[in-house]
């Protein structure tokens, strides 16, 4: 693992693995927010700097996937962010493309915000040869962030079906969810990149069954959702799921 790379709002640092046999990475980016201060999941919603990892170019590695922990929804004046006021770590998928480097280089940017949103990049190296590695507390670090990513869905956690209105104001979902009771789960509905929806409407929740309506905001001009796939991710009391909507 690296160095602390730190600001005023906070600190970070890399996690990673040597290459397997495959020329696959893992990895992590750690971020721990000071007291009082948030970063941003992979959709800040109304405001707010999404984390962003970015291999050297010319590296001869790609970066496949950034995995996001469950996030809170964080209420700022009357603005509705979301992200983590705690301290996170973001599993990171990296693929060689070529001849193995030596070291892994690579750039974070991210925001965190208290009164004032700061942006903070750091560069980070780390070897890539697995001689002399000591791995135990690594591996516990990024097995550790694998656990506390949004489950797939499961026969008693899913999606049973979805509908984009003709208009395409509303996104009517209607949802299997875990427990019989309890309030509405909180929805987050990713679409194109840049844009997030969580307002419900009409939710209604009868045993295990909950339908409600997502107000869909101004898309992108033009846009033809047609063969199309956005995001979602729903949590409900301790447990969430994340999923994919396919629009035909």
């Not at 697995?130 to 999606?159: C, I, K, M, R, Y």
């Not at 009409?202 to 309506?213: E, H, M, S, Y």
């Amino acid at each position: 693992m690296s160095d602390w790379a730190n600001n005023e709002g906070g600190r970070m640092r890399l996690v990673a693995l040597a290459p397997d046999a495959q020329g696959h990475i893992r990895a992590a980016l750690q971020i721990e927010p000071a007291p009082g201060w948030i970063t941003y999941w992979r959709e800040p919603g109304e405001s707010g700097i999404p984390p962003q990892v970015s291999p050297t170019p010319d590296s001869g590695v790609a970066l496949e996937k950034t995995s996001f922990p469950t996030p809170k929804p964080i209420t700022v004046g009357a603005i509705q962010e979301i992200g983590y006021d705690a301290p996170v770590t973001l599993p990171l998928d990296f693929r060689l493309t070529g001849k193995q480097p030596s070291t892994l280089h690579l750039t974070a940017f991210i925001g965190l915000c208290k009164d004032i949103c700061i942006p903070f990049q750091a560069e980070f190296s780390l070897p890539l040869s697995a001689a002399g590695q000591s791995t135990p507390h690594e591996q516990a670090l990024l097995d550790a962030a694998n656990a506390s990513l949004p489950q797939a869905p499961s026969a008693d956690f899913a999606v049973e079906n979805h509908r984009l209105s003709p208009d395409a104001k509303t996104l009517s979902l209607r949802l299997t969810l875990p427990e019989t009771t309890g309030s509405a789960p909180s929805i987050y509905v990713t679409g194109p990149t840049g844009y997030v929806f969580f307002k419900q409407a009409n939710g209604t929740r009868d045993g295990k069954t909950f339908a409600t309506d997502i107000a869909i905001g101004k898309l992108p001009k033009n846009y033809d959702i047609k063969g199309k796939s956005w995001g979602i991710l729903v949590i409900d009391g301790e447990r969430a799921m994340e999923t994919t909507l396919a629009f035909e």
